[in-house]
């Protein structure tokens, strides 16, 4: 079974629209840590969150906000206003002690922002 | 910019050769992962080095190898190469020796085996 999973493979909005990636995860640790990467069309993966099993807080920065519920086991990621520059591959992922804190990898979804 | 540098940015190589990819994480990160990134098999981890041990390993071909040196730079050699290792190689650092530590990517070397 999938530890992470990102069912939506790819997402099409058009600018200004909000959008909500989903993550669901599975985990039997009580520590463990989320979280989000960006990956735009340049290819670089980029850092956006890392949230741990203790903090259920949702976090907002700027458009970005991130919904952490345990008692679903989903950390999900809204853009608000989304725009163009947003348009990337999202990943979720998951470091547990089962693991070894390894970090366990979605398979990402991509989101596309039309003009 | 993360910080972490990769070279070369691209390599074409043909089918049974070998190639060696190079890193250099972000300073003060002890910590180098390395990933491989093909589009029928998303973000595959291969291998971590702290401190110039290697720490973890995942999914990681026998003909591929990697090592870290004293100055904390990285290596990945990949030998006897197939058109299936073509794919998207990332280099990412941190500072621990944990994944719950964030990871910060370099751009990575697009590998083209003809």
């Known amino acids: 079974a999938q530890k992470v999973t990102q069912a939506q493979t790819e997402i099409s909005v058009v600018e200004k629209e909000d959008v909500t990636l989903d993550c669901v995860y599975e985990t039997r640790d009580t520590t463990y840590y989320l979280f989000w990467y960006k990956q735009p069309p340049s290819g670089e993966l980029v850092f956006l969150i890392r949230r741990n099993s203790f903090d259920e807080q949702n976090e907002i920065s700027g458009r970005y906000s991130w919904n952490f519920q345990k008692s679903t086991s989903s950390f999900n990621f809204t853009i608000t206003a989304s725009q163009v520059v947003d348009s990337a591959v999202y990943f979720c992922a998951l470091s547990e002690a089962d693991s070894n804190y390894q970090l366990i990898w979605g398979a990402g979804t991509k989101l596309i922002i039309k003009p | 910019d993360s910080g972490v540098t990769q070279t070369p940015k691209h390599l074409i190589t043909a089918t049974g050769q070998r190639v060696t990819l190079r890193c250099s994480p972000r300073s003060g990160d002890l910590s180098v992962y390395w990933y491989q990134q093909s589009l029928d098999q998303g973000l595959q981890f291969l291998i971590q080095y702290y401190n110039g041990e290697e720490r973890a390993k995942g999914n990681i071909l026998e003909r591929f190898s990697a090592q870290q040196f004293p100055d904390l730079h990285s290596e990945l050699n990949l030998s006897s190469l197939e058109l299936g290792d073509s794919a998207l190689y990332f280099c990412?650092?941190?500072?621990?020796?944990?994944?719950?530590?964030?990871?910060?990517f370099g751009p990575g070397t697009r590998l083209t085996v003809l």
């Open positions: 990412a650092s941190s500072v621990g020796g944990s994944d719950y530590n964030e990871q910060f």
